[in-house]
Structure formats: structure tokens, C-alpha cells
């Protein structure tokens, strides 16, 4: 059974926030199949990129480097600091990408190859470095948003216009937020009733 690609992807507006979104609402890189699913998904590597290198290892370091952005990220959004961590995600950082290509494809096109096989390293490499520009820029980190769902704790970059946006999608935490309301709403007006 192949992994939809709406169920791995959460459109934050960065890379390193969708690998954040990959815990909520419960774990959706619950193996290699997955992880692999949700790098081609998320842009991470080219389509038919050769991933056979992905393994419980390989899920384990993602599921462990996202964990780290968590905290960091959500310590950032409070305010808060979160050195100890910062040095892990630099760190991560430091690591170069994989190197890109630019090659015919069967059309004749151009379409964007790897060098090689991607290392685990290099494609984490690529999120740290996703992860220090967006909390040092200072426009991007101000556009930082936590969900005001009830029970989500999502961040996104709010890219809205006025800046307005609440909820990391509207069909599901919006969605349930009008419900709530439009029943309490439906609960007062029947308590005034009776």
C-alpha cells in the first residue's frame, strides 16, 4: 500500500516545519516506506531518486532530528531560548546537502537529478540549514505562528494576507473550531429556550 501524499505532507511554507508536522496529530514516519514516501513528497529529493539506503536507521536519525526542531522551533515561538539545542541543529547544519544536478530528461527537458545516492546526513544537513535561515531571518521568524486549535501545536510560516491566518489548515482545526463554536452557540440558544 503506497503512502498517500496527503497524509505525509503539511504544507508549513518550510521544509523543516513540514518534517515538524510529520508528529502530528500522531506519528506519520512510522517506518523506512514512509520516510521514503514523505522525502520525495516533500521535495526533499528528486522523483525516482534511488532512496534503497533508507532504512530503521536512517528513520530513526529523522525522527530524532525533528524531535530536535521541535523543541527549538516551539522555544523560539514562546520566546524562549534554546541553546543547548541550537548547537545540535548547527551541528546537523554543518553537513553540506547533496549536490544537485541539472539533466535531460526522457522529454528533453531539464529536470533536477542527485550527483548520487543521498546520504542521511547530507538530506538532514539540508533541513538544519532550512531551519537556521528561517529562525534568523527576521521577517520569516516573524511570520512564526503556533495553531490556535485546541489540541494542536503546529507552527507555520504565515504567508496570509494581513497576517490574519489562526489555524494551521482551515478544513481540519479551523473546521473543527467553527463546529465548536456554532455548538455552543446551538447549546446557549437552546438553554435560553428552555
Known amino acids: 500500500m503506497a503512502a498517500a501524499s496527503y497524509d505525509l505532507r503539511f504544507d508549513s511554507g518550510r521544509l523543516c516545519l513540514d518534517l515538524v508536522a510529520t508528529a502530528e496529530p ?3 514516519l512510522d517506518g523506512p516506506r514512509r520516510l521514503r514516501a514523505w522525502l520525495t513528497g516533500a521535495g526533499l529529493v ?31 515561538v514562546a520566546g524562549r531560548a534554546a541553546d543547548p539545542d541550537l548547537e545540535r541543529l548547527n551541528a546537523l547544519a554543518a553537513t553540506a546537502p547533496p549536490a544537485p544536478r541539472a539533466v535531460r530528461g526522457t522529454d ?12 542521511c546526513g547530507e538530506l538532514l544537513g539540508q533541513i538544519a540549514r532550512d531551519a ?10 516573524g511570520r512564526l505562528r503556533q495553531c490556535e486549535g485546541e489540541s494542536c501545536s503546529l507552527v507555520y510560516l504565515d504567508t496570509s494576507r494581513g497576517r490574519r491566518r489562526r489555524w494551521c489548515s482551515s478544513e481540519v482545526c479551523g473546521n473543527r473550531e467553527r463546529v465548536a463554536r456554532h455548538r455552543r452557540r446551538t447549546v446557549g440558544g437552546q ?4
Open 26 to 28: 500522531a506519528e506519520r
Open 46 to 76: 528528486p522523483p525516482g531518486t534511488p532512496l534503497d539506503a533508507v532504512d530503521t536507521g536512517w528513520l530513526g536519525r529523522f525522527q530524532a532530528a525533528r524531535d530536535l526542531l521541535h523543541r527549538v522551533v516551539h522555544a523560539e
Open 108 to 119: 528533453g527537458r531539464l529536470v533536477r537529478s542527485l550527483a548520487g545516492p543521498p546520504d
Open 132 to 141: 537556521v535561515d528561517l529562525l534568523t531571518d527576521p521577517v520569516a521568524r
Open 191 to 194: 438553554a435560553l429556550k428552555g
